[in-house]
């Protein structure tokens, strides 16, 4: 019934019994906490009440000075600023960020985000080009532009000014631009090097309207809406800043001033709804995504910038057609490849390779994730144009394995390559295809080791059924926003009976009710677990894994457990 390996994660009993006792908190949270690195009530206390004045002074960021000086100096003079972005929700969000913010600072500013099937990613020559026909002598990148060589070099020879920021990891060499801010530089001396590329044009901003000397606590309540929306997004630590602009972002949502984002709250059932990450990275964020994944990211950037509810409205109906023909695509892309990928699998690789002919790059991203999830294997899923012998692709991976060092060691056979640890980015001659699968699974055979392939779930801590009540689920809560570095956390009840279970849904869910002494019928509900139903019977027993949640349906508080995993029990509670 369940695949995966089962690990109750080791934890420091004596450090979480202290910390609970130190910082007044329940004990499973005190466990929790010290899972994620954090043993005094200090680091405590600022994890469960993460704050604005949490934020960094975002002039140490290298170059942010130089960025800012420049910036104000062309909004003095009425220079024609470009901000060029990127097509995902991360590079979207940022331009939209900035495009306000220097529309408030009175600057001429226009934008531009590449179409991903013509363009592709990143700042290009072109776009330079392009940008100083429309007389910018500014142009900033966000969430591209670190590896940007022809673009700066581009830039210079038209007199233009680059400011380049960006989050994604530097090459040996800088581009000559006016600006680099990055908080990954090697020579960086930033606090904290793992904001999104939303976060980093945040902080550019929140240095222009310190150097301007305006209200800094009125900017970020009203931007930490975009940038909590791109940070969740772009799958980055949800620790740090990153968590202080994301809880507080989930919290300016709801009352946003900004039409779109209002709009499309409201069409999709967010409307004055308590929101969590979960909401961003599964419902806006993939809407957000479709636009540029289906057709032009620029639509949903128009939204993001509107100021008419009409224009708002017709907006999110286009965004949410390219989001059903997204799904689509997305099926498509996954059945077809994931065919490849069980060969592939059964043939021992680690490190699945698949490609298809005319796979839509948009969403090749997309089900690279699922299959790595499903395998627990790095997988690379590319699209092939035969026609011009070019692969382009996408590459996630599992924590043990990191993809940007492997690509690197690989960098002679492809054309383009870059991303983080987890996620990237290649484009190959297809001719160099096969042999790309063959040295990167030997990469992979010298650092992972075979253990490390096999699915696993994290369990961080087994939880007696009279423990579950609503104060622990709310407690629990007071650990959102949940994400990247720190997930939902999974937790184990042993020899729990069957009261009740079915399939529901389209039938590949799970819905079932669990017994236990002294304690009320505790319901559950399996995304995909439609399986077990017919595994179980009436009155078996059973182990499981799950968060849990408080269900407040009809205003009635109960306890909701969502199962990761069930498994028969040797374990009996009478």
Known sequence: MSEAEWNLVECNDAVAVELAAEAGIHPVVARLLVNR???????????LNPSLEHLHDPFLLPDLDAAVDRLLKA???REKICVHGDYDVDGVTATALLVRVLRALDADVDYHIPNRQREGYGLKPEAILASARRGSSVVVSCDCGITAWEAAEAARYRGIDLVITDHHEPGEKLPRAAAVVNPKRRDAAYPFPELAGVGVAFKLAQGLVRALDYDEELFTLRFTDLAALGTVSDVVPLLGENRSIVKHGLEALPETKKIGLRTMMKCVGLENKPLTAHYLAFILGPRINAAGRMYDASTALKLLLTREEEEAYNLVERIENYNNQRRAQQEKVFKEAVRQAERKFEAEMSVLVVSGEGWNCGV????????CELFNRPTIVISRDERR?????SARSIPEFNLIDALHRCRDLLTKYGGHALAAGITIDLSKLDEFEHR??????????VEELVPRIDIEAEVSPAELTIELARTVESMEPFGNANPEPLFLSQGLKVGDLRRVGDGSHLKMQLVAPQIPLLDCIGFGLGDVADALAIGDFVDVCYSIRVDDYRDTESIQLVLKGVRPSRLQRH
Not at 37 to 47: K, L, R
Not at 441 to 448: M, P, R, T
């Open 37 to 47: 690195g954090i043993t005094t009530a200090s680091e405590a206390h600022t994890f």
């Open 75 to 77: 909004i003095r003079n």
């Open 364 to 371: 090749v991203g997309i089900a690279a994730a699922k299959i």
């Open 389 to 393: 012998r070019i692969g382009s692709g």
């Open 440 to 449: 990167i699974n030997a990469v992979a055979s010298e650092v992972l080791r």
